[in-house]
T-cell receptor, first 113, second 113 residues
Framework: DTTVKQNPRYKLARVGKPVNLICSQT?????MYWYQKKPNQAPKLLLF???????READTFEKFQSSRPNNSFCSLYIGSAGLEYSAMYLC????????????FGPGTRLTVL | GEKVEQHESTLSVREGDSAVINCTYT??????FPWYKQEAGKSLHFVID?????DRKQSQRLIVLLDKKAKRFSLHITATQPEDSAIYFCAADASSGSWQLIFGSGTQLTVMP
């Protein structure tokens, strides 16, 4: 099974409220990624976990948090959503190492009002 | 840091013709260049990649060319079929050996019958 699952598929949030997105995979991949994608733009890496080690991009460091309670699950947490957070959030997983194929989930479409 | 530019935002071809999607990158240290495909309503999935130790790779109807001198790589789809219609994303590793992928903004390919 090469499926990456994401929940929920659609999320409506109010400005200033927290948002928690969930991702799971059953491929025993040790690396999991979160991307943000806006229309007509490239997917932008927000952070990734290698095993239990979290790596966050410098320009999004304070905006997004994540946890990985076990190998299969990874969450993306926004403490206080702003209008600019409206986007598709894509989760992916891969084996460790550079040049490993990433398997993507269907995405969660977040709309902040 | 690395930047990847995908030159065609849309591309239309007749069924049976070839389609070419071009990307450029900025970091000479990049060494891994994958391509991902997103069909309507589905997740991104890997289609083909090329590494910097070769300049051409073929998988069935897909050919990837890499010109390191020009910092350019391209995806050629031969004998296009309607099921090739999708958004294609090129990507490059952030630097040689990096696990981070920098994506282009995508090319919507439409294959017309």
């Amino acid at each position: 099974d090469t499926t990456v699952k994401q929940n929920p598929r659609y999320k409506l949030a109010r400005v200033g409220k927290p948002v928690n997105l969930i991702c799971s995979q059953t491929m025993n991949h040790d690396t999991m990624y979160w991307y943000q994608k806006k229309p007509n733009q490239a997917p932008k890496l927000l952070l990734f976990y290698y095993d239990k080690i979290l790596n966050r991009e410098a320009d999004t460091f304070e905006k997004f948090q994540s946890s990985r309670p076990n190998n299969s699950f990874c969450s993306l947490y926004i403490g206080s959503a702003g209008l600019e957070y409206s986007a598709m959030y894509l989760c992916a997983s891969s084996r460790s190492g550079a040049g490993a194929e990433q398997f993507f989930g269907p995405g969660t479409r977040l709309t902040v009002l | 840091g690395e930047k990847v530019e995908q030159h065609e935002s849309t591309l239309s071809v007749r069924e049976g013709d070839s389609a070419v999607i071009n990307c450029t990158y900025t970091d000479t240290a990049s060494s891994y260049f994958p391509w991902y495909k997103q069909e309507a309503g589905k997740s991104l999935h890997f289609v083909i990649d090329i590494r910097s130790n070769v300049d051409r790779k073929q998988s069935q109807r897909l050919i990837v060319l890499l010109d390191k001198k020009a910092k350019r790589f391209s995806l050629h789809i031969t004998a296009t079929q309607p099921e090739d219609s999708a958004i294609y994303f090129c990507a490059a590793d952030a630097s040689s050996g990096s696990w981070q992928l920098i994506f282009g903004s995508g090319t919507q390919l439409t294959v017309m019958p």
